[in-house]
């Protein structure tokens, strides 16, 4: 996972769900914006990712395959 962005969100599989990887480490997946913030606070992550709005718009993640907006496969 090749990324100068510290955190990366995967595109969405099948079910929704978009891979999360912090400095190249999985740490889950995630099927909203929340679950998004949850697992970064549990990762050690605080700053810059205190609700859904700030994540959407923080430079720090590389949103892979579709924005923070896109939560199903594409067709």
């Known amino acids: 996972m090749a990324s100068s962005?510290?955190?990366t969100v995967?595109?969405?599989?099948?079910?929704?769900?978009?891979?999360?990887h912090v400095y190249g480490i999985q740490v889950g997946?995630?099927?909203d914006l929340w679950d998004i913030v949850l697992l970064l606070r549990r990762a050690?992550?605080?700053?810059?990712?205190a609700d859904?709005?700030?994540l959407a718009a923080?430079?720090?993640i590389a949103w892979l395959?579709?924005?923070?907006?896109?939560w199903e496969r594409s067709p």
């Open 5 to 7: 962005s510290p955190v």
């Open 10 to 20: 995967g595109p969405p599989d099948d079910e929704g769900g978009r891979l999360v």
């Open 29 to 31: 997946y995630a099927y």
């Open 44 to 49: 050690g992550l605080k700053n810059g990712f």
């Open 52 to 54: 859904g709005d700030e």
């Open 58 to 60: 923080s430079q720090q």
């Open 65 to 70: 395959g579709a924005g923070p907006e896109m």
